[in-house]
Each structure stands twice: as structure tokens, then as C-alpha cells.
């Protein structure tokens, strides 16, 4: 009998030990799980922020307002490497959010590098892209309906077929050449205007869109004859 006892009470504390094995085994599984759940949550958080950022980049390299990050080394969190260092503010934290366009508006309400930006879309394109479409997308930073303001969201197809040109075409230095041009004629125009003892017309960041075509058409024809002159007389 006390051999048989024995036997049980053994039987009985290898089972203690197999269940005990088993539901442990069971609690790491769950607990495997969801510690797995939880990283695969942060995993799609994190994919989803990064492409709010890069959405910002696009839409930030388009308007001239941050290089090609392909041009930019950064390290995994966003920091811009220079000489081996790395800056204090992170570009995610700068760039990949809602600005403002910068620039000022001039006396004519416009701001001059924003409407010769749709210049420059049109003779590259074809395509008509308002200058006032352009202000008011970057009016707010939030829809109406309180989802952030993204140019891809369905929302907004001209600025994203406009964002979409730029990036894929990497048109941003072609633009800023662009601009280096009409400033060269405008220089060249100030300057027959001080040699007839004229006062200078000033940047074209002054000009009213009227002068700003005038520009515009000097730079895509030689043989036009430019007269800003009469435009900034007849209160253009």
C-alpha cells in the first residue's frame, strides 16, 4: 500500500510539474504574441507617420522649399550628418510637417516666385496650375473635416499632378535657373533704364503679375520687346 501511495503521490507531482510546464509554456506564447502584436502596431505607426513626412518632403521640394532628401544624408532618426556631425534639429521635425510658403507679398498681393513657379509649370507642361489654387491649398494646414491637409488625399488633384511632375522630374534647380534668367533680364532692362538717367523698376519680387508675364514672355522669346516701363505707367 505504501508503494502504491508512493506511485500516486509521484503521478500525481509529475502531473503538478507537466501542467505547470504547459500553462507556462501557454503564457510565454501569449505573452510572445503579444509583445509581436504590440511591435507590429508601432511597426504600421511608424510607416504611416514617415509617410505623412515624406508626403511633406514631396510636397516641400516642389515649392522650393528643401532639397532632394536623396541629396541629404541623414541618420535613422532624421538628422542631417555635415562634417561627420549631426545638426541639433532633426529634418523630420522641420520638414516634415506643415509650413507656410515663404516669402513675402508684395504691394500687388502676390508672391512673385509662387506666380512665376506657375510660369514655369505651364512652359514645361502645358498645364495651368492657379496661382490662387496654390495660396489657398497652403491657407490651412487641416481639412475641413480635421484630417491633415495632404496634397495626395484625393483632395487636391492639381497640386498633386503638379507635386508628382516636380519630384519624379527632379525640376526643382531647372527652376531656380529659370528664375536666375528672368533676374538677368530684369537686371539688363534696370540697367538701359539708369543709362537713360531713369530710376531702377526694382526685383521682380516687386513686379505685379501683369510685368511678371511681361518677364516671363521676354524669357521664352528673344525677339520680344520688353516695356515695363508702359506696364508700371498704366498702374500695372
Do not use: C
Amino acid at each position: 500500500m505504501k508503494i502504491k501511495k508512493k506511485h500516486i503521490l509521484r503521478l500525481g507531482l509529475a502531473m503538478i510539474l507537466i501542467g505547470a510546464s504547459v500553462g507556462g509554456l501557454i503564457l510565454y506564447r501569449q505573452h510572445q504574441e503579444r509583445v509581436r502584436h504590440q511591435e507590429e502596431e508601432l511597426r504600421l505607426e511608424r510607416e504611416a507617420e514617415l509617410e505623412i513626412i515624406y508626403t511633406y518632403f514631396r510636397l516641400h521640394y516642389a515649392f522650393v522649399m528643401m532639397p532632394h532628401p536623396d541629396t541629404i544624408e541623414m541618420d535613422e532618426e532624421g538628422y542631417e550628418i555635415f562634417a561627420g556631425s549631426r545638426s541639433t534639429l532633426s529634418i523630420y521635425e522641420f520638414h516634415g510637417v506643415y509650413r507656410e510658403l515663404p516669402g513675402s507679398i508684395n504691394d500687388h498681393g502676390i508672391k512673385s516666385w509662387v506666380y512665376l513657379l506657375t510660369i514655369f509649370y505651364r512652359n514645361e507642361t502645358g498645364i495651368y496650375l492657379s496661382y490662387e489654387l496654390i495660396i489657398d491649398y497652403f491657407s490651412e494646414e487641416f481639412e475641413p473635416d480635421g484630417s491633415l491637409r495632404l496634397y495626395n488625399n484625393g483632395n487636391h488633384p492639381e497640386i498633386e499632378a503638379f507635386v508628382t511632375w516636380k519630384w519624379e522630374n527632379r525640376k526643382r534647380d531647372e527652376f531656380r535657373e529659370y528664375l536666375r534668367r528672368i533676374e538677368r533680364i530684369q537686371t539688363t532692362y534696370n540697367q538701359g533704364r539708369r543709362e537713360q538717367g531713369l530710376e531702377s523698376l526694382g526685383t521682380f519680387d516687386h513686379f505685379s503679375p501683369q510685368m511678371l508675364d511681361a518677364l516671363a514672355r521676354a524669357e521664352a522669346d528673344p525677339d520680344y520687346e520688353l516695356d515695363l516701363t508702359s506696364l508700371q505707367e498704366a498702374g500695372y
